[in-house]
Every structure is written in C-alpha cells, then in structure tokens.
T-cell receptor, first 116, second 114 residues
Framework: KAGVTQTPRYLIKTRGQQVTLSCSPISGHRSVSWYQQTPGQGLQFLFE???????NKGNFPGRFSGRQFSNSRSEMNVSTLELGDSALYLC???????????????FGPGTRLTVL | GNSVTQMEGPVTLSEEAFLTINCTYT??????LFWYVQYPGEGLQLLLKATKADDKGSNKGFEATYRKETTSFHLEKGSVQVSDSAVYFCALERPHTGFQKLVFGTGTRLLVSP
C-alpha cells in the first residue's frame, strides 16, 4: 500500500506571496493532519480534517488554512508569506473514524518551504 | 496542558553501545504514547507505540515501556548501529477527544560512530 505523498517536495517563495501544498493520504484513511516543523519551535500541530471537515485547529494565524476533498486528499494554503513561515510542512493520515475515533498517524516526507 | 519532555541531545555513541533516550509526559487521562524517527531530509516514521499502562512497544530492536507511575516512555536499544543515526521524537495523543493531535517532544539527535 502506498504511503502518504506530499507535493511539491521543495518550494521557494518570496515574502507576501501565497502557497498551496498538497497531501494524498494512505488509501482508506479519512483523517489528514498538518504539522509545521521548525528548528526553533519544533513540531507544531496546524489542523486536522476528517470527511472534508476541520475537526481541530492549532494556534496559528488565519493566514494558514486548509481543506479536504471528497477523496480525502488535502491541501493547505499559506497567504501573505512571512520569513518565519520557512519550515518543513508535514502531513499525516490515519484511519480515524467518525464519532471522534482516533488512530495511529502516518507521515509523509514533507514539503520544505523556503521564504525569501 | 499536555506536554512531552525529552532529554537534550545530541547523544553520541559508538556502534554496538546501549542506547537510552529518556521521555516523560504530562497529560490528563490515559494518553497513547509514540516514538517517531526522522532520518536526514525525510519525514517522520513511526518507530513504536503503546496505548496503555505497562504496554511495551517494540520494533527493529528498539523498545519502550509505558510507565504510568513515573509518566515515562523511555526508548532503549541494546546495540545501536551507524544506520540508527537520526532524530528521535517522543509524542503523545489523547484518545477519545474527537480529533487527532499529536504533541511532540523537542527531539533527540542520535549520532552513532563506527
């Protein structure tokens, strides 16, 4: 079974631009979560989607948004990029079920975003 | 709130040495506990997990036991290899909250020399 895939793997943008990152979960997984990894702040939770609905959101500004499609693929968008948004963005999927069930999360390789 | 504390790195060992990476947690209820590993330039790979007290997770020679009395989940390996060089993250997740959200420690870098 194929793992979690993320595209693109690397991205370079300039301040003020916006960016969209994509994540395809493991087949059959309906939950997709996003995390930001930086040297200073470590791994921080951005948000989680299940069946096209955001179930939870971390402590990030509104410039960070996401969505999930009916096939469980997810995208995250960052608008008005700042230098501090440079990070590795990781996507994870799980077999979480409706009704609030949770399960082990499996991660993709990440998208390395550099903001100049 | 929920948090995970890991020992500072880097941990530097010679091949075949014994490894321990300490991890303690603070959480309400009974969290599930995980160790993830990150190799250079890659994402996170699940190494092992435990979902209740006294459970032992194991994989590829690594082990960790869920100790509720000491709120710990220390990672151990009897004989490390150069290929084990990576960053190791301890994490917790509270089940039955209605959503997925891993809380990670800061990570511990392991360097194994031949």
């Amino acid at each position: 079974k194929a793992g979690v895939t993320q595209t693109p793997r690397y991205l370079i943008k300039t301040r003020g631009q916006q960016v969209t990152l994509s994540c395809s979960p493991i087949s059959g997984h309906r939950s997709v979560s996003w995390y930001q990894q930086t040297p200073g702040q470590g791994l921080q939770f951005l948000f989680e989607y299940f069946s096209e609905t955001q179930r939870n959101k971390g402590n990030f500004p509104g410039r960070f948004s996401g969505r999930q499609f009916s096939n469980s693929r997810s995208e995250m968008n960052v608008s008005t990029l700042e230098l501090g948004d440079s990070a590795l963005y990781l996507c994870a999927s799980s077999l979480a079920s409706a009704g609030g069930g949770t399960d082990t999360q499996y991660f993709g390789p990440g998208t390395r975003l550099t903001v100049l | 709130g929920n948090s995970v504390t890991q020992m500072e790195g880097p941990v530097t060992l010679s091949e075949e040495a014994f490894l321990t990476i300490n991890c303690t947690y603070t959480a309400t209820g009974y969290p599930s506990l995980f160790w993830y590993v990150q190799y250079p330039g890659e994402g996170l790979q699940l190494l092992l997990k435990a979902t209740k007290a006294d459970d032992k997770g194991s994989n590829k020679g690594f082990e960790a036991t869920y100790r509720k009395e000491t709120t710990s989940f220390h990672l151990e390996k009897g004989s490390v290899q150069v290929s084990d060089s990576a960053v190791y993250f301890c994490a917790l997740e509270r089940p039955h909250t209605g959503f997925q959200k891993l809380v990670f420690g800061t990570g511990t870098r392991l360097l194994v020399s031949p």
